[in-house]
């Protein structure tokens, strides 16, 4: 065979099995994980293939993705023998990804061991956070402090913004604009944040362990950050351990941590403490000192969109509303998608009577927070206020849909069917609101009354005892239970019940009337001394009456409310704590501080010569 055919035979060769690579890349982004190992392995077998040795990479990639995670190791490890010294970079990403299955797979000193190597070679700032994770794991306090420091101790090759501003000072507008943005400083930024993440993250998790309080824990991890390239984050720790002290509930160490930032010279860190401790205060209802860390946080860092909600609370809760849209407005305007400024504002707009402008604000909520409890709450009672009953109807079911216990909102369905005059609707309600809360008096006199109109005097007597039990010092209770036992034919019991309420109320001219009347319709022979004591009453009553003189008279009857029950106003623990207007003040936590760490498993998709345009294959190293 002539030379130009065995060229002819390996270029064909070559071709084919960058048409198998691709083929086998399109079979892993469509999940079609058999078909893709099946590829590789045919690509394994063609010794012409110069690049085998990485595809076993992508191979430990497809069975990360089935979860054999032992098998994606041994792939892993088959192809950190293949790979040679000089691509390094490649191999730290391999190692990488060892030392995560391990974590997977509760291996914590194997792939203690993948991270120490990595460190050792090339350390990166999310190997770092890993390793004291490990170490966090298996409780080794003095491994956690040491993981630490090399973590801190990873130089951050990036451009300071010292320098960065130094050199810009110098360039005209338009180029300082366009390399404030360019492809390198978003690279940098990112960088910065992964590091500052991580170093936060870090230190939140094992200060409450390493030492024996929380408060030497976080001392420990503040000096050696102080003692390293990132000294700006000492003061983000410390806001980080007054909100752990906040979760601990040692509210007076949280604020004493806080107070310490009134001497720092970083106006923005001494802005995120004021604004935490206007919002500590605010809670505690103490609203002078509330105010007054609030104008601290405004003064420090006007642009700080938590600390003009703080200030627009505060101005709230002193009745200048008018005033209090100033400054949610003005947060709206330094952050757009602050929920806690939009709400603020359209309670505001509700109580200085803009309520157009309020269904607006709690609409754009909506949008922004679908299906939350307050929001629908607000929704419903703006459209009721422009009377769009239908439309207020509307938000109330939907409401109903998100907490369909709430008794205060199965009462505020109630009053809705009731004045509907749909009786049948309304006593649903009610009675749904009685069994998930069945203390409030309201509902009970409703489901009461509902009864005695049904003439089902039975049922009607339970609810009216309930209130009775409640409200042991209102006399009408008692009388609703007599007067349902005398209604349904129950002479006897029904005296005795009213004979109960004289002993406790004897000045009560109603009780010794119905006294009175069934005593002679009974025949008894006390009627005598029960229409007698009648006659005192009605002269008492009537002689106070005198004294008071009619304008004070109507005064008390209508503070009594006549005869009509007195509804107990107050809200129950249990009732919907929403749907009171409240407004929302703002705890400004750090600006990257987050719970928990997930370990990040990146896959590698190596090199292998050229591919088609037409099927437009990549093999990106480092793609995730």
């Given at each position: ?8 035979v390996?270029l064909?060769l ?9 083929l086998?890349?399109?079979y ?15 690509l ?14 992508n191979?430990?990639?497809?069975y990360?993705?089935?979860g054999?995670y032992?098998k994606?190791i041994?792939f ?6 293949q ?6 970079r490649m ?8 030392g ?5 797979m ?5 792939a203690?061991?993948s991270?120490e190597?990595?460190?050792?070679e090339?350390?990166?700032?999310k ?21 630490f420091?090399?973590l801190?101790?990873?130089?951050l090759?990036?451009?300071?913004e010292?320098?960065?501003?130094k050199?810009?000072s110098?360039?005209?507008g ?11 400083k978003i690279?940098?930024?990112?960088k910065?944040?992964?590091?500052e993440?991580?170093?936060?993250m870090?230190?939140?998790l ?9 408060n030497?824990?976080?001392t420990w991890?503040?000096?050696v ?10 003061h ?10 906040l979760k601990?509930?040692e509210?007076?160490a ?7 930032f ?5 106006a923005?860190v ?8 206007a919002?500590?205060y605010l809670l505690q ?6 105010n ?8 420090a860092?006007?642009?700080?969109p ?8 505060c101005?709230?809760?002193q ?9 949610f407005k003005?947060?709206?305007?330094n952050?757009a ?5 939009l709400y ?5 707009l ?8 309020a ?6 909520l909506?949008a922004m ?12 009672t ?10 207020s109807?509307?938000?109330?079911m ?11 909102l ?26 998930n809360?069945?203390?409030d008096?309201?509902v009970?006199t ?32 008692q ?12 002479y006897q019991?029904?005296l ?7 002993r ?13 009347r069934?005593?002679?319709d009974m ?11 009648l006659?005192k009453?009605?002269?008492a ?9 009619p304008?004070?008279?109507g ?12 509804v107990n ?6 009732a919907?704590?929403i749907?009171?207007s ?24 190596p090199?292998?010569?050229?591919v088609?345009?037409?099927?437009g ?7 995730k």
């Open positions: 065979m002539s030379c130009y055919a065995i060229s002819t390996i064909l070559h071709s084919f099995s960058q048409v198998l690579l691709n086998a890349s399109q892993t982004l469509n999940e079609l994980y058999s078909e893709a190992l099946n590829t590789y392995h045919v394994m077998r063609n010794r012409l293939f110069q690049n085998a040795g990485r595809l076993k990479v191979m430990g990639n497809v990360v993705k089935l054999y032992s994606a041994k892993y490890r088959m192809a950190l023998d790979v040679t010294n000089t691509h390094k191999r730290i990403k391999i190692m990488q990804n060892i995560v299955l391990f974590v997977k509760g291996k914590y000193n194997d203690i061991a991270f190597y990595i460190m050792g090339n350390p990166d700032f190997t770092g956070l890993n390793l004291v994770l490990c170490y966090y794991a298996l409780n080794d306090k003095e491994k956690m402090k040491r993981s420091q090399k801190v101790s990873i130089q090759e990036v451009s300071r010292e320098d960065d501003d050199h810009f110098t360039l005209d338009a180029l300082r604009e366009a390399i404030s943005n360019d492809t390198l690279f940098e930024s990112r910065k944040h992964e590091a993440w991580s170093i936060l870090a230190s939140k094992i200060s409450p362990i390493i030492d024996d309080s929380l030497l824990g976080f991890c503040v000096d950050v102080k003692g390293s390239t990132f000294l700006e984050l000492a983000e720790m410390e806001i980080n351990k007054a909100v752990l002290f601990q509930k509210f007076s949280a604020i004493e941590t806080l107070k310490s009134e001497r720092k010279k970083d923005k001494a802005s995120v403490a004021a604004t935490n401790l919002f500590l209802k103490d609203y002078p000192q509330a007054h860390y609030a104008d601290v946080a405004v003064s860092d006007h642009y700080n938590g600390a003009l909600v703080n200030k627009g609370c101005i709230y809760l009745g200048d509303f008018h005033k209090s849209l100033e400054y003005e947060a709206l305007v952050e998608t602050c929920v806690e400024a603020n504002l359209g309670l505001s509700k109580k200085v009577g803009h309520y157009e402008d269904l607006e604000c709690f609409s754009k909506q927070l679908p299906n939350r409890p307050q929001v629908l709450y607000q929704l419903a703006a459209c009721d206020l422009l009377k769009r009953k239908d439309q109807l509307d938000w109330y939907q409401l109903l849909n998100v907490v369909p216990t709430d008794p205060e199965l009462h505020q369905m109630g009053i809705i069917f009731d004045a509907r005059e749909d009786k049948q609707q309304a006593f649903q309600y009610y009675y749904d609101s009685y069994r809360y069945p203390s008096p309201r009970s409703w489901l009461g009354a509902y009864f005695i109109e049904a003439e089902v005097y039975e049922k009607a007597v339970s609810y009216f005892e309930r209130a009775a039990v409640m409200q042991p010092s209102e006399v009408k209770w009388l609703m239970v007599a007067s349902c036992h005398r209604r349904s034919g129950n019991k029904a005795a019940i009213y004979k109960g309420i004289h406790k109320f004897p000045d009560n001219v109603e009780c010794l009337k119905f006294i009175v069934l005593c002679s025949r008894l022979q006390e009627v005598d001394r029960y229409a007698a004591l006659d009453a009605e002269e009553r009537a002689n106070r009456e005198r004294e008071i003189g304008r004070g008279s005064k008390a009857r209508r503070e009594n409310g006549g005869n009509e029950p007195t106003e107050g809200r129950s623990k249990h919907f704590r749907l009171t409240r407004t929302v003040c703002v705890f400004s936590f750090p600006r990257i501080f987050r719970c928990w760490c997930d370990f990040d498993f990146e896959p590698i998709r090199v292998c010569g050229c088609t345009s037409k099927i294959a990549t093999s990106d190293v480092g793609q």
